[in-house]
């Protein structure tokens, strides 16, 4: 099953957008070697533009959104709409147990772990996430792969490549965008992303920009700071003569702001957010051999899939400088020997309603076959997860996060 948007920047046609960045000297996804998609008769971008002797003409292309992150969207969309949905299973963790013991250092860093939340929806690694591992069952406990218990057999008994239908049960969304539990299980169990899209711009042209902004009051290139005096952590640098730690004005956001003038965007020919759900992928999940439990299965999956494709679409801004906004859409059927998808009646402008309808549907199915949703389980934050986020708040303050 394939899927197509044909997106153009909100300012309009022709305007740049920003790619994300990446670190290393390229900075940007952008290869000078693409090719322009063209539509064809039946609409789908199932050629590219060619020259008069019918090769593909080379353009740039640069990515705009990556698998990861256009995966991510679609998730964070479902579990915003979960309610209207009828409720979604999965995990969560919570800062919010009730303890009146906070982590050991600054005290005032406890407003970060009050606040935190985490869900297999929204972590990195869904339900095999160490977020999920580490919680605990019940306030002030130990974490679960430390003390055993319940939901450590229930995440250790995933497995998508025997019997899925725990994992249908309790985090449908990893059979559907992937996972991956390598440590402290019996065997690997993982399952291959079955949604997956990327926004890309092709006959993409750099556009070349900078900045310059004056300060309020001259500043002296010879001034130092004392930066406890103006209220800010101590640098690790830069002592003065006298002991004291001392740093720059511009390093605290004082003086003129001057950017070199570097590719601060693109502009594209053709922007378009292509992607598929692998029917493959979901009808080879196993359910113990129960061929009506796979079926069904992968029918929910894939209108779960849909629904949140659809759904993200809605949220045009991907970052800073890239609002995209979709003109039209195309949902299909790739069948072996066809060049072009059979096209699927599926409105992109139907409401939460209507995929809760589609979605209550295909799970009645599911629970005639002796598949359920489970409800959500709730888990809280392990002593040492507290720790490392109230670390993290003392280490944002004082500017020093670790990067990978």
Not at 39 to 66: F, H, K, M, N, Q
Not at 106 to 115: E, H, L, T, W, Y
Not at 171 to 184: E, I, Q, V
Not at 228 to 242: F, V
């Given at each position: 099953?394939?899927?197509?948007?044909?997106?153009?920047?909100?300012?309009?046609?022709?305007?740049?957008?920003?790619?994300?960045?990446?670190p290393?000297?390229?900075?940007?996804?952008?290869?000078?070697?693409?090719?322009?998609?063209?539509?064809?008769?039946?609409?789908?971008?199932?050629?590219?533009?060619?020259?008069?002797?019918?090769?593909?003409?080379?353009?740039?292309?640069?990515?705009?959104?990556?698998?990861?992150?256009?995966?991510?969207?679609?998730?964070?969309?479902?579990?915003?709409?979960?309610?209207?949905?009828?409720?979604?299973?999965?995990?969560?963790?919570?800062?919010?147990?009730?303890?009146?013991?906070?982590?050991?250092?600054?005290?005032?860093?406890?407003?970060?772990?009050?606040?935190?939340?985490v869900?297999?929806?929204?972590?990195?690694?869904?339900?095999?996430?160490?977020?999920?591992?580490?919680?605990?069952?019940?306030?002030?406990?130990?974490?679960?792969?430390?003390?055993?218990?319940?939901?450590?057999?229930?995440?250790?008994?995933?497995?998508?490549?025997?019997?899925?239908?725990?994992?249908?049960?309790?985090?449908?969304?990893?059979?559907?965008?992937?996972?991956?539990?390598?440590?402290?299980?019996?065997?690997?169990h993982?399952?291959?992303?079955?949604?997956?899209?990327?926004?890309?711009?092709?006959?993409a042209?750099p556009?070349?920009s900078?900045?310059?902004?004056?300060?309020?009051?001259?500043?002296?290139?010879?001034?130092?700071?004392?930066?406890?005096?103006?209220?800010?952590?101590?640098?690790?640098?830069?002592?003065?003569?006298?002991?004291?730690?001392?740093?720059?004005p511009?390093?605290?956001?004082?003086?003129?702001?001057?950017?070199?003038?570097?590719?601060?965007?693109?502009?594209?020919?053709?922007?378009?957010?292509?992607?598929?759900?692998?029917?493959?992928?979901?009808?080879?999940?196993?359910?113990?051999?129960d061929?009506?439990?796979?079926?069904?299965?992968?029918?929910?999956?894939?209108?779960?899939?849909?629904?949140?494709?659809v759904?993200?679409?809605?949220?045009?801004?991907?970052?800073?400088?890239c609002?995209?906004?979709?003109?039209?859409?195309?949902?299909?059927?790739?069948?072996?020997?066809?060049?072009?998808?059979d096209?699927?009646?599926?409105?992109?402008?139907?409401?939460?309603?209507?995929?809760?309808?589609?979605?209550?549907?295909?799970?009645?199915?599911?629970?005639?076959?002796?598949?359920?949703?489970?409800?959500?389980?709730?888990?809280?934050?392990?002593?040492?997860?507290?720790?490392?986020?109230?670390?993290?708040?003392?280490?944002?303050?004082?500017?020093?996060?670790?990067?990978?």
């Amino acid at each position: 099953m394939v899927f197509e948007h044909d997106l153009e920047p909100a300012w309009g046609p022709g305007t740049p957008v920003a790619p994300p960045t990446y670190p290393g000297p390229s900075r940007y996804a952008h290869s000078p070697d693409g090719f322009v998609p063209r539509a064809t008769d039946s609409s789908w971008l199932s050629d590219v533009v060619r020259d008069e002797s019918g090769r593909p003409v080379s353009a740039d292309t640069v990515v705009l959104d990556e698998v990861q992150s256009q995966s991510g969207r679609a998730e964070a969309a479902l579990w915003d709409a979960r309610y209207d949905l009828g409720g979604l299973p999965g995990f969560t963790v919570t800062g919010k147990d009730g303890s009146s013991e906070l982590p050991a250092g600054d005290q005032s860093a406890d407003g970060a772990v009050q606040d935190a939340y985490v869900t297999s929806w929204t972590a990195g690694h869904r339900h095999a996430d160490s977020w999920i591992q580490t919680a605990t069952e019940e306030p002030g406990g130990a974490p679960i792969w430390k003390a055993g218990g319940a939901v450590r057999e229930l995440l250790q008994s995933m497995n998508a490549t025997v019997d899925a239908s725990t994992l249908f049960a309790y985090a449908p969304n990893s059979l559907l965008f992937g996972f991956w539990l390598s440590t402290d299980v019996e065997r690997q169990h993982k399952a291959p992303r079955a949604y997956s899209s990327r926004v890309t711009g092709h006959g993409a042209r750099p556009v070349y920009s900078s900045v310059t902004k004056s300060d309020s009051f001259p500043i002296s290139k010879d001034s130092v700071v004392d930066r406890m005096e103006m209220g800010h952590a101590p640098a690790k640098k830069s002592k003065g003569a006298d002991g004291k730690r001392t740093d720059r004005p511009s390093n605290l956001g004082f003086g003129p702001v001057i950017v070199n003038m570097d590719v601060t965007g693109f502009v594209c020919e053709v922007i378009v957010a292509r992607g598929a759900i692998s029917l493959a992928a979901l009808r080879g999940v196993q359910y113990g051999g129960d061929q009506t439990k796979r079926d069904a299965a992968a029918v929910a999956l894939t209108v779960l899939g849909i629904a949140g494709d659809v759904l993200s679409r809605r949220n045009s801004h991907l970052r800073s400088g890239c609002d995209l906004v979709v003109t039209s859409s195309r949902y299909g059927l790739r069948r072996h020997g066809k060049p072009t998808p059979d096209t699927l009646d599926v409105d992109p402008n139907a409401g939460v309603d209507f995929w809760a309808t589609a979605l209550h549907l295909a799970l009645e199915d599911c629970r005639k076959a002796g598949l359920e949703w489970a409800e959500p389980i709730n888990l809280y934050l392990s002593a040492p997860q507290k720790k490392l986020i109230s670390e993290g708040a003392d280490a944002t303050r004082s500017g020093e996060v670790e990067t990978k």
